[in-house]
């Protein structure tokens, strides 16, 4: 059964945002993401004005990038939301634009490495343990959690080229994949990511969460502007659009391609997702009840 949600971009006022998340949990939206862009919002602080403002809504970031954190400190801050809204916050962490990484001084020189190093470093110190290593990037003495999450929180790391891909299946607990990934090209991803967790020895689920370009409605040409200003050419332009039905037959050819969850992204400068918000909601409902009866 795919996770169904909605995005509220960076590229909107940060205080419109807790209205939104009401608007949507009240509406029936399962999940709100919202993103840590540079130079525009953080991740963590919109997480939780929207985690205080609903009483069910789950709420993810994707990405927070893994350069402008230190692991012990991201650590301290996922396991306090953990504790203040139990089970109702989603991380995810990535790369990050290198040139923005650039211009804030911390892009460093292998971000695979980074990754490689981070990812199983803030796993294990969120499962309670101390935790010391020297590595390229990641060098921590008898770091331990004094109040760790009373659950296991999942890590999810975003990922594109082949490597990444990889690499988030063997050390990640989920793959986080941007707009502009066809049913085809999330197939391929999957099929790179489970590779990776066999040869690894992972073992468990691996979240596939895939954000949707979608708009509502005969949307054509603004899509088309959408898909330029984000620099999308040939497979990448793929989106939903259309009326609801329309949209969640997207849905279903992500989720038959392998995505555990599908996240909707309006346009960019849609500056009122109160109507986007119904609409997610409506098509979830027409997803669910697609969905076979369970045994």
Known sequence: MPRIGMIHQPTLPPET???????????????????????????????????ASTERLRV??????????????????????????????????????????????????????????????????LAGDEVTTSGRYVRLDRVKLAWPPERTVPVLAAGE??????LTGEVADGTVLTAGSSPAMVRSAVARIHGAREAAGRRGPHEIVVFLMCAFGDTASALEAEFDAWGFSGERRFAAS????????????????????????????????????????RVTAIVRAAEPPRP
């Open 161 to 166: 080229g082949p490597k990444t891909l990889s």
């Open 60 to 125: 993810g970031v994707g990405i927070l990038p893994m350069p402008l954190r230190n692991p012990a400190l991201a650590a301290m801050e996922i396991a306090t939301v953990e504790r203040l809204y139990p089970g109702r916050a989603i991380f995810g962490f990535g790369h990050g634009v290198l040139d923005w990484m650039g211009q804030a001084g911390a892009r460093v020189a292998s971000p695979l490495t980074l990754m490689r190093e981070y990812v199983p470093a803030l796993r294990r110190l």
């Open 242 to 281: 259309g009326d609801d039905a329309a949209v969640a037959e997207a849905i279903a050819a992500l989720t038959d391609a392998g995505a555990t969850s599908v996240i909707l992204q309006p346009l960019s400068h849609d500056a009122d997702l109160a109507p986007y918000a119904a609409a997610t909601a």
């Open 17 to 51: 945002l807790t209205d939104l998340a009401r608007r949507a949990e009240t509406a029936g939206v399962e999940e709100v993401w919202v993103w840590e862009d540079c130079f525009k919002q953080s991740g963590l602080a919109p997480l939780i004005a929207a985690l």
